[in-house]
């Protein structure tokens, strides 16, 4: 039976059980959640701070001067100063 815009109607239990037949892809998106499927940043833990302008701007210049990403010069220091930082985990990851 159609409406008055002439779309037919649509057969709600039969779409709800195709739906069950194909694979979903939120069912990827749990794996990931249950750890059969690590990604990269799931490592990682996020650390707001505030920082002089000039600190700031010196951060971005020494990065593009080297090629590093700030995180990577960052990282780098704080392993200077003796915070435990695996080498692994100082690569550039838009390399990788």
Do not use: C, F
């Amino acid at each position: 039976m159609a409406n008055k815009r002439n779309i037919p109607a649509v057969d709600v239990a039969a779409l709800g059980q195709l739906a069950e037949e194909l694979p979903s892809a939120q069912s990827e998106a749990t794996k990931k959640a249950k750890g059969t499927i690590k990604p990269i940043e799931s490592e990682d833990s996020p650390l707001t701070v505030k920082i002089p302008d000039y600190v700031h701007r010196d951060l971005k210049i020494q990065a593009a001067t080297t090629g590093k990403t700030q995180r990577q010069i960052l990282l780098e220091a704080l392993k200077m100063w003796g915070v435990d930082v695996e080498e692994d985990d100082i690569i550039d990851r838009r390399k990788a």
